[in-house]
């Protein structure tokens, strides 16, 4: 049998850091040709051209697509998504591929799923079935699965959402989340407070002005760049203009240097995923702001608060209580060799196709 001629779309630094244990995995195996067909804040200088961030392997043959416009509006995330699929459906149609595979819930994947769609071209969905009911990410996902014929979720609750949207219960395989292949909890000297949050219907720049003023009490505040969604360049524009001695404005990094800033946090403050599936496993407690991740499986390590400065105070002192850090662990989302597990079962459904 011919290698699988595999697709990967990566739009954001982010979601390329969760998938790289999957590229790594099938770049080394003789039975898969992969493309990564690279588009979104990844070819924007201004989030930090993170293209250039991108691993060279053998065997990985790299796409280019332009689909973001500079914008920072709902109309303008529209524009970008037709810019997606003007750019994408040619790349796809002269390399056709036998599986394009998409991870998560942002507005290029979709726009990559309704091009392999339109072409026949069947797509693994990995991270379906989730919920983040106070972000639009929760409605691409939902349309992403939709259009799958493969579906890897995270957490067995995922997995019974999909079969609730009746989805065939034999293409979904819960093989574990991807995002935590290799992490293990960190035991050193925790430095300083993580910042990682993004635009959402309850979290714009006043609300992010309140999140900075409750961190205060940290002697060093880390702050990482919100993504290319409407209203991140707004937040952005915060975060470079709060003129405080404890901020650091953090430049996009790779996925390893940003674990080992996360691991080394006394605690990460935002509504990033971060916060929601990495942090629990490296030992960092979270305080996750409003709604935007709402509905999702959370760590018991996890504090919920509402956007307002007090209220974000209190939930870090409660963050880092003795009794919080001390208890046993509660964690919905697994890892462990999650890749291998992932790329085996793409291989059994390349056979039997």
């Given at each position: 049998m011919s290698a699988l001629k595999a697709c990967i779309v990566t739009?954001?630094?982010?979601?390329?850091?969760?998938?790289?244990?999957?590229?790594?995995?099938?770049?080394?195996?003789?039975?898969?040709?992969?493309?990564?067909?690279?588009?979104?804040?990844?070819?924007?200088?201004?989030?930090g051209h993170t293209l250039d961030l991108i691993e060279r392997r053998d065997w990985l043959h790299i796409e280019t697509v332009e689909t973001l416009m500079s914008s920072d509006t709902p109309v303008g995330v529209c524009k970008s998504m037709g810019l997606g699929l003007l750019g994408v459906p040619e790349v796809l149609d002269r390399l056709e591929p036998d599986l394009l595979i998409a991870e998560g819930d942002r507005s290029e994947m979709l726009t990559a799923a309704l091009a392999a769609y339109n072409l026949r071209i069947p797509i693994a969905h990995i991270s379906?079935?989730?919920?983040?009911?106070?972000?639009?990410?929760?409605?691409?996902?939902?349309?992403?699965?939709?259009?799958?014929?493969?579906?890897?979720?995270?957490?067995?609750?995922?997995?019974?959402?999909?079969?609730?949207m009746e989805i065939l219960s034999e293409t979904i395989h819960c093989e574990g989340c991807l995002s935590l292949d290799g992490l293990e909890p960190y035991m050193g000297e925790r430095k300083h407070c993580l910042v990682a949050?993004?635009?959402?219907?309850?979290?714009?720049?006043?609300?992010?002005?309140?999140?900075?003023?409750?961190?205060s009490v940290f002697g060093t505040v880390r702050i990482t760049q919100a993504g290319a969604d409407a209203g991140g360049r707004a937040l952005n524009r915060v975060a470079r203009f709060y003129k405080k001695d404890y901020i650091i404005l953090m430049h996009p990094m790779k996925r390893e240097p940003f674990l080992q800033m996360l691991a080394q946090a006394q605690v990460i403050v935002g509504n990033s995923s971060a916060g929601i599936v990495e942090a629990p496993a490296l030992g960092t407690p979270s305080v996750n702001i409003g709604n935007r991740q709402l509905g999702r499986a959370m760590a018991s390590t996890i504090v919920q608060v509402t956007p307002n400065k007090e209220g974000i105070k209190l939930a870090i002192q409660t963050a880092l209580h003795d009794s919080m850090l001390g208890g046993a662990l509660t964690q919905p989302y697994k890892g462990g060799n999650v890749a291998e597990r992932i790329k085996e079962r793409i291989r059994q459904w390349h056979t039997n196709s």
């Open positions: 739009g954001s630094r982010s979601e390329y850091g969760v998938l790289q244990p999957l590229i790594n995995t099938l770049c080394d195996d003789n039975d898969f040709d992969v493309t990564l067909l690279v588009c979104g804040s990844h070819l924007a200088p201004e989030f379906g079935g989730d919920r983040t009911a106070g972000s639009l990410d929760d409605g691409y996902r939902d349309c992403i699965s939709r259009l799958a014929s493969l579906h890897f979720p995270d957490t067995d609750l995922a997995a019974g959402r999909l079969r609730g949050a993004h635009p959402a219907a309850d979290f714009g720049p006043a609300e992010f002005e309140q999140l900075l003023d409750a961190c």
